[in-house]
């Protein structure tokens, strides 16, 4: 069984190492893109990401973002606010050869830093372990197990 610490310390890893999330503004869900996530070790609370003016998700607003892991055992999704970053240090911080490839440099004026403040997340880990997987392959109802894996929290 995984306590709430333990899942949102696994999801904070699983993002570090694959920092690809679904990202739509709340209402718009014809609109979900896939974003590259920025992230700062000490804010647990925020995410970043670069975005053009012109994007629709300049707008800011209510937001969700939709994750999994690369190995699929770890799903979540963030509910937060998009807010406009005007802070040039975490431009400075989140700047990379990957990003300047979509920009002309960090002064673009179609250059945007979203930062998504985050309220809540669901976390669910669906590696439920080798005796729980086999007992499902049996045919074993393992609901319990599995709400053990699961947790709403805030961030």
Do not use: C, Y
Not at 89 to 112: H, M, N, T, Y
Request: avoid cysteine.
């Amino acid at each position: 069984m995984s306590t709430t610490k333990d899942l949102k310390h696994q999801f904070w890893t699983a993002l570090a190492a694959s920092p690809f999330v679904f990202l739509q503004r709340n209402g718009q869900p014809e609109g979900a893109v896939p974003m590259t996530a920025q992230l700062d070790k000490d804010a647990n609370g925020a995410i970043w990401f670069f975005t053009s003016k012109e994007h629709h998700l300049a707008a800011g607003g209510p937001a969700t973002a939709t994750f999994a892991a690369k190995d699929n055992q770890l799903f979540t999704r963030l509910d937060g606010t998009l807010v406009t970053e005007t802070s040039r240090e975490r431009v400075d911080q989140f700047w990379s050869p990957i990003i300047a490839s979509w920009f002309e440099g960090k002064d673009d004026p179609r250059l945007l830093l979203l930062r998504m403040d985050l309220s809540k997340a669901e976390i669910w880990n669906s590696d439920l372990g080798m005796i729980d997987n086999i007992k499902m392959l049996l045919g074993f109802d393992v609901q319990d197990e599995a709400a053990k894996e699961h947790v709403e929290t805030s961030l």
